[in-house]
């Protein structure tokens, strides 16, 4: 069977430090913090009191959404999921489908929790069932609450008629979805597919994390401060909320319709370390981590040589020096020979099931426009760190640097691991 | 409380719930929810919801179903609010 080439023709994001990928592009260059203190996460004795949440007051919802979908739709996570996409869609081109379904083009548009925040933003008590008053819970509580209600309530906008499907696969879930997307239009069965995740954000699912201690929450006087991968004082990560999306394309579908293109998809790897080989629930089997990494290059038909820049998963926790080990042994480069690394976690925070897509976005950026964006907050870089790599690996400011391969992975509870490879597009 | 202003009340309940080619200057009177103003049947509830909410009144189930129209809704609001 003959593969297609997939490419990258639209994107859309919704991010803790920008609402827009104009906006992003500036933000990521910047350095800028969407990290805050959150009154109400003290209110409600969390230990983490910090927090990314993109700025929705920043903009007119209705401009953006039908009315119904921005006057009525509480879910956070549902309402970057359809910001996000409907940019990315309009971004490659293309308008919503008014009155027949588009059976070309399809959707895999994963989340990681809709239901925890659901109801934070209406104006009943949060749990209404046990208080004997379910049908306060109105129409749309199980739609705003399925794991798939972000793609179904986008392709309620989109009107698109071939697979749609939500897969939920915890921190990997976007890059996930990239990679199936890919995957899937390769084979041929598709002519666009519009993929990406979402997470919301709110004190329900920061509650759970903060439970299990792995929240940052020595910052509370400083936040942007808060998230600090790769540093000597990473003390857990900090949590935040967004929605990453990318139009993906056939090639023949892109040249026929004459839209731009920002790079293109070469391959990947998503695996999974059993939870066994010192993998857990949380925390990486690295044997399979570097399985997921390799497999990913080799589908890519690349030498780890050709990468310019890693974008790591790195959410500033004790787990960083361990994912850099495992890069290193991955690729076979370390020291001065490892290439740039970075990722918008230490603007950020970790957006969690968002993550993948959101900052893969950025990856695309990067390699479309020829810029490696900061990390912050990386006063000292950690020693086991720097027992691997080069410390000049690790941008602190914004440089100016040709990208023609970017290597993007993330890893995520359950022991899941995905990795993808891109590059700038050539004849 | 008159015909008049819970007519205009009720307008601004149902208005984001319509289509977006609905307009809600076409929302009068004489119009059926669903089969008229295009309302998404499953959103007849969330109608309900706003206008207890709105009124602070309590629609039973069995009234649902006879509100129908733009005017079956506003009768049912002043008989709540009148008892």
Known sequence: ?????????????????AIGVDNYEKALREGKSGIKYWEELNNINLKCQIGGAPDLDSINLSDYLPRLHAEKITNKGIIYAMLSGVEAWKDAGLEPNTEETDYDSGMIFGAGDLSFD???????????IDNGDSRRLGSRTISECMNSGGAAYLNNILGLGNRVLSNSSACITGSEAVLMGYEYLSQGRADRM???????????????????RVLCSNSNDNPEFGSRPMSDSS?????????????????????????????EVLGGHVNSGGQRQGGTMT?????????????????????????DLINGHLTSTKGDPAEIRN????????GEDFPMINTPKSMIGHAVAGAGSVELVASVLQLHKNFVHPNLNVENIHPEILSEIFGGCIPTSCQDKEISTIIKANFGFGDLNCALVLRKYKE | MTRETVKTDLIDIIKPYLPEE??????SEEKHLINDLMINSAHIVDIVLDIEDKFDIMIDDDVIGEMNTVQDSIDVVLQKTAA
């Open chain 1, 1 to 17: 069977m003959e593969k297609h080439r997939v490419v990258i023709t639209g994107l859309g994001v919704v991010a803790a430090n």
């Open chain 1, 327 to 334: 890069w290193v042994a991955a690729l076979g480069r370390s």
């Open chain 1, 194 to 212: 519009i993929c990406g995740s979402t997470e919301g954000d709110g004190r329900y699912i920061w509650a759970a994390f903060d439970a299990m």
């Open chain 2, 22 to 27: 609905v307009m809600s200057t076409e929302v």
């Open chain 1, 235 to 263: 003390a857990g990560f900090v949590p935040s909320g967004g929605s990453g999306a990318l139009d993906l394309e056939t090639l023949e579908s892109d040249k026929a319709r004459g839209a731009k293109i920002y790079g």
């Open chain 1, 118 to 128: 659901s109801f934070i933003n209406r104006d009943f008590p949060a749990y209404p």
């Open chain 1, 283 to 307: 925390a990486a089997n690295p044997h399979a981590v570097q399985d997921c990494i390799k497999r990913a290059v080799k589908a890519a038909g690349i030498d780890p040589k050709e990468i």
